[in-house]
């Protein structure tokens, strides 16, 4: 039996880096518990201090065909490489032209770019076209 996973990813401003992400995958902010209209009325509610409001963030996609993206606050600096990225499949897939594939991907890189992401390069290798980028916090990422 398969076994349900997150992705976790450590953020000094876990609500901005959610938002990010949410624009970059189609994802949207996990809704409150039942009863609760927002997030603020359930962390009042539940006595957390106003200074820990932004410790967590949570996304997913509303139809469930994607992992949960779990964002915790962290007071270290990330300070490597990521042992794991995402590919963000943006291409269209190796069954389309590379040039059309290449102009997907460049497009997807400029919107990402608005939203406070960062182009590290360009690679192409065996057919496959892709680009390196880093989210806000500086987390590896690639577009293919």
Not at 60 to 89: C, M, W, Y
């Amino acid at each position: 039996m398969a076994v349900g996973f997150q992705v976790t990813f450590d953020a000094a401003d876990p609500a901005a880096l959610g938002r990010f992400w949410a624009e970059a995958l189609g994802y949207e902010e996990d809704k409150p518990p039942e009863g609760f209209a927002n997030w603020e009325d359930w962390l009042r509610k539940s006595g957390i201090p106003e200074e820990h409001w932004n410790d967590a963030y949570a996304l997913s996609v509303s139809d469930g065909a994607g992992p949960r993206i779990f964002i915790q606050k962290v007071s270290e600096p990330k300070t490597a490489k990521n042992r794991v990225h995402l590919d963000l499949n943006v291409g269209g897939g190796l069954s389309r032209p590379i040039e059309e594939r290449r102009e997907k991907v460049d497009s997807e890189a400029d919107r990402l770019t608005t939203l406070g992401a960062s182009r590290l390069r360009a690679a192409e290798e065996r057919g496959e076209y892709w680009i390196v980028m880093q989210d806000p916090e500086g987390n590896e990422f690639c577009l293919q």
